[in-house]
């Protein structure tokens, strides 16, 4: 098993940054890919950022340019650096982590409010 602990989120205002952390812990061997997904009121759950064991890393559209995830591998932890941050961008922010041979593992979310 995998536990997932969130961190980060709150209210910021519009221009502003955030950053999010998740720290995994629990059966690690075959951890790969490691990041954040979204999900706003009346919306699908979307990929906000990626990141995979070698560092290579993939954004959804929205957020190019703006987001930065990173990881630690030694420590388990992925980050997500938010700048410039919109009304858009709030949502609920769930952490997503991938070990091999099992289901994903997902935490259980934080919010981040961006007012205008």
């Known amino acids: 098993q995998v536990q997932l602990v969130e961190s980060g989120g709150g209210l910021v205002q519009a221009g502003g940054s955030m950053r999010l952390s998740c720290a995994a812990s629990g059966s690690m061997f075959g951890l790969n890919a490691m990041g954040w997904y979204r999900q706003a009121p009346g919306k699908q759950r979307e990929l906000v950022a990626i990141?995979?064991?070698?560092?290579?890393?993939n954004y959804g559209e929205s957020v190019k340019g703006r987001f930065t995830i990173s990881r630690d591998n030694a420590k388990n932890t992925v980050y997500l650096q938010m700048n410039n941050l919109q009304p858009a961008d709030t949502a609920v922010y769930y952490c997503?982590?991938?070990?091999?041979?099992?289901?994903?593992?997902w935490g259980q979310g934080t919010q981040v409010t961006v007012s205008s």
């Open positions: 997503n982590v991938n070990v091999a041979f099992r289901e994903p593992y």
């Open positions: 990141i995979v064991s070698g560092g290579g890393t």
